[in-house]
């Protein structure tokens, strides 16, 4: 029987790894590889956690840019901060999305698990003193609706950028409630009405039903006249207290539902511009503007279009009004002109028939020319209201409607654009407001037809 020679047959194993028990009558060789197999499970071992490492790295790093992230830090920094929350009312439309007929001081906790809501359901008890001390000038459409009345608390979003609506509010809080806030923050009623359809209908203590579709209409007919009926009332002044009483049972109803359905609810509102966010702490601004969710006029390089309305003493028919917006871009010995068509219908079938009493701004960039300007073809380009705001230029003009009456306005202007090269349009809708349809047209080819429901698009 041949000799075995271990060094000579296995020269290419490490003698650390390699035990050989033999004899020399026997041809049966047994290997022990129990120390090459630890070392393959270390270094098996240590890959795994490499690539687990760099698995969760990478997942943390993409969870850094999402929106959930951001909002995640939006929540923490908000811990132990004071708010004003306001109440916008999209049936009385105003820049921002609505009038600030109530409002509540919002106090959040340090684990954000025992936050309090404080309402303000009569503004005009200390909104009224402002008028004998403030000496600020009510804006012109304003001023030409309610004479001799300084600007006060009530009208102050007028501006169409919600940071400076949002400073003023401030300003105006700090005088007549003595109060400091940390930011603002506005919700549009057509949030709650959102929120009516994902709980369904809610009862009030008086036994009331309250769904999506009678909220605007039951809640205005019970603040505005009902509770008037009541000589107590008059002397308590306090209208609005049944927004108080109507907030924990409609949240109480909302908490039931899963967190997807909330979750996808909220963001929604958002894309909506029916929430809106103001923080003076500049870093959560920051984040907030990454977002969109800050209200203010998304940067302009090139075009840009938005048209915002106000329903000055027109009662609550914003919500009864269709608006339908057509943009046509074309070019002409290297200028571009805007062609733009504004419908507005008041349908005659919903609550209340009554005027629907309008001033709208066209916002575009800033040094845009007016070229002509047509309200069912009437000629009115003398009666447009040109001013520079906010970085834009903005064309004002009263554009009111009557219970099923339909208006068209048309407007030709030149934005300060040389050619088609690198052109783009940016559509900002107004916040608070319906859908709408638009319709955009770039260099005769239609580029966008249809419903229109988020705060802004580029084209």
Not at 94 to 103: I, N, Y
Not at 133 to 141: G, I, M, N, R
Not at 208 to 236: A, C, G, R, V
Request: glycine share 6%.
């Amino acid at each position: 029987m041949a000799k075995i020679r271990f060094l000579d047959d296995f020269k290419a194993i490490r003698k650390k790894d390699l035990r050989a028990d033999y004899s020399r009558s026997t041809s049966k060789i047994r290997i022990d590889k129990s120390g090459l197999t630890k070392t393959r499970k270390r270094k098996n071992r240590r890959l795994a956690l490499v690539v687990v490492l760099s698995i969760v790295i990478s997942q943390a790093i993409l969870f850094s840019q999402t929106k959930y992230f951001d909002f995640t830090q939006l929540a923490l920094r908000a811990r132990s901060k004071t708010f004003l929350v306001g109440f916008q009312n999209s049936g009385e439309l105003r820049p921002t999305g609505g009038f600030w007929g109530s409002f509540g001081i919002l106090k959040t906790s340090e684990n954000l698990k025992h936050n309090e809501l404080l309402f303000e359901t009569n503004p005009y008890k200390k909104d009224n003193i402002l008028i004998n001390e403030s000496k600020v000038d009510l804006p012109k459409p304003m001023a030409e609706t309610w004479q001799d009345r300084p600007q006060t608390f009530v009208n102050a979003n007028w501006s169409f950028s919600f940071p400076d609506a949002a400073k003023t509010l401030e300003w105006y809080f700090a005088q007549g409630w003595n109060q400091k806030v940390d930011g603002v923050f506005a919700v549009s009623s057509l949030a709650v009405i959102d929120l009516l359809k994902l709980t369904g209908e809610i009862e009030l203590p008086d036994g009331q039903k309250i769904n999506s579709e009678n909220f605007t209409e039951t809640m205005s007919k019970k603040i505005d006249e009902e509770y008037w009926l009541d000589p107590k009332n008059k002397e308590i002044n306090e209208p609005k207290t049944l927004l108080k009483d109507l907030a924990p049972i409609l949240l109480s109803k909302a908490s039931k539902k899963s967190k997807l359905k909330l979750i996808s609810y909220a963001l929604s509102q958002l894309k909506k511009g029916h929430i809106l966010f103001f923080f003076n702490d500049e870093r959560s601004q920051k984040i907030a503007k990454t977002r969109n969710i800050t209200g203010e006029m998304v940067e302009c390089k090139s075009d840009c279009l938005s048209i915002i309305n106000a329903n000055l003493n027109g009662g609550k028919t914003s919500l009864n009004i269709e608006q339908s917006v057509a943009c046509d871009v074309s070019e002409s010995e290297n200028q571009i002109s805007s062609n733009l068509e504004i419908s507005r219908i008041h349908k005659a079938d919903k609550w209340p028939q009554i005027l629907n009493r309008n001033w709208t701004r066209v916002i575009v960039p800033l040094g845009s020319q007016l070229e002509s300007a047509y309200l069912d073809g009437q000629n009115i380009k003398d009666q447009i209201d040109i001013t520079n705001e906010g970085g834009r230029t903005s064309f004002g003009f009263w554009f009111s409607t009557e219970p099923g009456e339909e208006k068209v306005v048309n407007i030709t202007y030149k934005p300060p654009i040389n050619g088609r090269k690198n052109y783009s349009l940016i559509y900002q809708k107004q916040p608070g407001t319906i859908t709408e349809q638009l319709s955009v047209t770039r260099f005769g080819r239609e580029i966008f037809e249809g419903s229109f429901n988020q705060l802004y698009r580029r084209f």
